[in-house]
């Protein structure tokens, strides 16, 4: 099995280790790539194309804040009007994140132990230390 498959059993997925964000975002692609020399397991979740689930963003805001998850020096932030921007509350961003997926910072890596927000390879290291 390669960096990246979800070994499946009996219908279910085995693997709980779930990169979600952007194929074409540099830090997505710094964060697969790290994974991968390393041999880790994983499932990439892309945001474009495969979605982004409302139940699983309420999840995530509930446990990180919805702060934590807005990318506010990304263009989609920039893009969006300033009424939208100095108006931001739980409630807007959610619908945001929905409607415009590129503005949730990159990676979110779901352990399946732990979500976490951004790539930094002593991060990694530490999350995935055996």
Known sequence: MRAGDALITNGMINNMNILYG????DT???ARKWLKE????YTFHDFRKDGLNP???R??????????LINKRGTTWRKLPEE???KMDETLALAVMEDEPAIIKRPVLDTGGQIVI???EDNYRQIFQN
């Open 22 to 25: 952007i194929s074409n975002c």
């Open 28 to 30: 997505i692609r710094k």
């Open 38 to 41: 390393r041999d880790i397991d």
């Open 55 to 57: 139940v699983q963003l």
């Open 59 to 68: 999840t995530w805001v509930d446990e990180l804040g919805w702060e934590a």
């Open 84 to 86: 939208t921007r100095s």
């Open 118 to 120: 951004g790539f930094s």
